[in-house]
């Protein structure tokens, strides 16, 4: 007999449902009778003012449930913050009063800044389910954000979290959009910019679909988890640090709908725009270098779209007080040899070691970066920041600051050598390198084990142009385990991702234009 | 150390995820760790040929999975169809295939006849998250959808599940697309239709977002929840039944794709006649009349609107071999008296009784409905529907059928009186009754706790027109538990749903043409 008692006992469940909150009623639980509840349905589990949403699963084992208790998953009791035992009341969860807002975003109309102000909190306090969630990343997909709605959403998304502030006129930053694999400049920029001694802070994402984020590959060499005064305490000493950003509570609502929009593979202009820009505002960033790739097998892959995300990064920047410059880069093949965190990381010393077999692209790259950077400094002329750049990179300066800031952040012990089981892809065919795919190198490097396995991943040993004979090695992919180095070879075997051809098959660089 | 056996063991958990398989690895699994699985993540978990669909969670107590088990929730399980304890081997699931197609619907295109079979089947593999089945449902709502897309989605849908077939020349059906609280003229129709002797084999829906469907009010009187060998049993003697349509597998994407919609409170045309009339082409139907209801609060709001819909009903259902005809009704406020299983029940008996009490509006309408169907007989004129209906209804032979099936189908024993608690709305000044809320009457009676509790619901004392003195009772509401009633009170007080104001005040029928 169903029961008015409108109160369940609180129990820990351990199980771990990442970015979604999971209640679970027992079937028999007389609430679950009387309210009409539905499994998937959304809840509100509440004690006195404290509150969350969950989504209902239903349990048929009193080992899991009691018919008195609710369960609730990890996150969800960590969110709750109460005891196991407390008493909670539970309701039918009303959809959040923003998805009005998304209802009429899906019928063609523009929002305001107080429609994304309402939808943003609401995806903070957890209001909305993956499938609302998913409903507002596809309507605002695409051409769907005019560009004072991508203001708005940025901004949106930046009150949402922590606020860095760093009480300096001057805090610099880079972001590349992403895409190309091996692309590990920043671990070369900041020690160069900070050795100039302008002030960056750089938290940087580990892989979530790529092969290793720069978190990623600094962890290699350092420390990257650290709390936010220990961030301070090391860029206060050094001028700049490399940490991972997932501490730092920055534009979390940027986290939550990127979890939607990766895996439906939608990467519209608008949301990149919002989800990078979001995420630097709150982490005080005053000047930022913005690095769009382009290349045929880039995120990027016409010019003229590259200019058009161009525009619309200093659209937004110029109204938040944050100063933006885009550079635009050759993306056309992966960049440095290595791909995996390891093999990155063996790179990047390189290239700071001034050793005369580093990659010469990478170390390019990253000096004209890191001269962009510089040319922040009010006191570098316009076109001297790479000249500045190289002679702090040459003269060792740039090494000098990477030890210090490993040093401070706390030196991996171990050396974690390539993965030690490998096999390697060769020509099939006389000609010279005219392609080099990189969603593919990046899959099969992914495939091999990266970024999980530190020392997974891909060795380029021919770049674009590069004449080969039939039977050159043109790659070697390192993996842990058999399994991995299996689908590795099996996807190599598919496709390899390298196309020899004549020199004129060369796309050029500015083939979009 | 992690291991190279890719091998689990199959463990059954006790936990109803509704429409989403969710599979349960520890995290100290040897797999979890070396694949880099994430939790959410989709797996593919199989053994031999066998496989299945899984959302990860990730689970941190022995008692639940060990770290050599995976565990699976009910419906998961089920779909596997293997014992526990077998070996399974998991890997990571690659995206569906027809994402592509939902890729291209998202960026304008019109998508074709093999890109809508190939989203259904892969919607029916359970190939689809909830995420991805949201883009597809954003994506394709509202005007996204022209009517040759209609077209092929009700078919791609029709050809997902079972598909039944009557051996008659003639198959006739009725449905209405919702939103009018209390409209039960099936419960009438169908008793009629088979007395005058056409094939009418009526399967209902239980409510989902409703304070009542057909199933649940006609399950106060008999059992509806009956296989299709004894279905066609009862309609092969009786002409006609009147049983819950969920466990015939009749067009099975469609109610996956509802339980997406449904939360999203989506409700575009092209959806809703795709969702209704793949229904009716896997149910065998031949002969189809669509009431749509026309109203303020009513789900299409304007008769332009209806006129649109109409059209889309005729195009899909003429190239589908469904004859189609469309009747647009009053849908200014709720039908009858009652709301909830036991009242609306209650209604249907005083009409098909010929009690003088009976409410007009539902006898009216209920004849004008079969009158309809009647005339899809090729043996009847044009115009004369409307007095063969009301001649078997007066004469008790409707009356007499209905008993036949509750009798086949299983008469309930116990007679379910209205909710026990109750409380009254009176008139707050004196004048006419110019408007009742379809969506808060329905709000009002679910909160009451319809259609779980039979007995709950809200009971119609003054229809649209009816003049009404201060303090007069306008509705009462019943409730068999005490917090019910409370939220059904305090949404009555918030706002109770009927206007008072002058006979002027009241909207024509034809408000919207």
């Known amino acids: 007999m169903p029961t008015s008692d409108k109160h369940l006992s609180l129990k820990r469940l351990a199980i771990d449902t990442y970015k979604e909150n999971v209640a679970y009623l027992h079937r028999e639980c007389a609430l679950y009778r009387t309210e009409g509840f539905q499994a998937l349905a959304k809840l509100e589990v509440r004690n006195g003012k404290r509150k969350i949403l969950a989504v209902l699963n239903v349990v048929d084992d009193d080992a899991i449930v009691g018919t008195d208790e609710i369960g609730l998953s990890e996150q969800a009791f960590a969110q709750l913050g109460q005891k196991e035992g407390t008493q909670v009341a539970i309701a039918h969860a009303e959809p959040p009063a923003s998805m009005d807002a998304v209802r009429r975003k899906l019928r063609g109309e523009r929002l305001s800044a107080e429609d994304y102000n309402a939808i943003t909190q609401d995806i903070a306090d957890n209001r909305y389910s993956k499938v609302e969630m998913a409903a507002f990343v596809v309507t605002s997909g695409q051409t769907g954000l005019d560009r004072d709605e991508i203001l708005y959403l940025t901004h949106a998304m930046a009150a949402t979290g922590e606020r860095a502030t760093w009480e300096e006129p001057l805090v610099a930053d880079k972001h590349c959009i992403g895409g190309i694999p091996g692309n590990r400049t920043s671990m070369i920029v900041v020690p160069i910019v900070a050795a100039h001694g302008l002030l960056i802070p750089k938290t940087s994402s580990r892989a979530i679909t790529s092969p290793a984020g720069t978190a990623d590959t600094m962890e290699v060499l350092a420390k990257v988890e650290i709390g936010p005064k220990r961030i301070r305490e090391i860029v206060h000493a050094l001028r700049g640090c490399m940490v991972w950003g997932g501490t730092a509570k920055l ?263």
Chains 1, 2 share one sequence.
Do not use: W
């Open 251 to 513: 534009a979390p609502v940027d986290d939550i709908l990127i979890s939607v929009e990766r895996p439906l593979g939608m990467d519209s202009l608008g949301q990149m725009v919002a989800s990078i820009l979001s995420k630097k505002i709150a982490a005080g960033s005053t000047h930022l270098l913005v690095d769009i790739p382009v290349g045929p097998s880039a995120k990027v892959r016409q010019m003229r779209e590259a200019l058009q995300l161009r525009k619309l990064f200093e659209y937004v920047g110029d109204r938040s007080g944050l100063h933006i410059e885009v550079i635009i880069t050759d993306g056309r093949q992966p960049i440095g040899r290595g791909i995996g965190p390891v093999l990155e990381a063996r790179d990047v010393l390189q290239v700071l070691g001034n050793d005369p077999d580093a990659p010469n692209d990478l170390r390019q790259k990253a000096l004209r970066l890191a001269g962009r950077v510089i040319e922040f400094d009010p006191d570098v002329r316009g076109g001297e920041g790479y000249t500045i750049a190289r002679d702090i990179l040459d003269s060792g300066r740039a090494m000098a600051k990477l030890n210090a800031i490993i040093d401070r952040q706390g030196r991996q012990t171990r050396t974690i050598p390539p993965g030690s089981l490998s096999f390697e892809i060769t020509a099939g065919r006389d000609g010279v390198v005219t392609a080099i795919h990189n969603q593919l190198m990046a899959h099969i490097a992914r495939l091999a084990g990266a970024p999980m396995d530190k020392g997974a991943g891909v060795d380029l040993m021919k770049k674009l142009g590069d004449p080969v004979a039939k039977g050159d090695v043109l790659y070697r992919v390192h993996a842990e385990f058999p399994p991995d180095l299996q689908f590795a070879r099996d996807q190599s075997r598919r496709n390899c991702g390298y196309t020899i051809g004549k020199p004129e098959d060369i796309p050029p660089y500015s083939f979009g234009l």
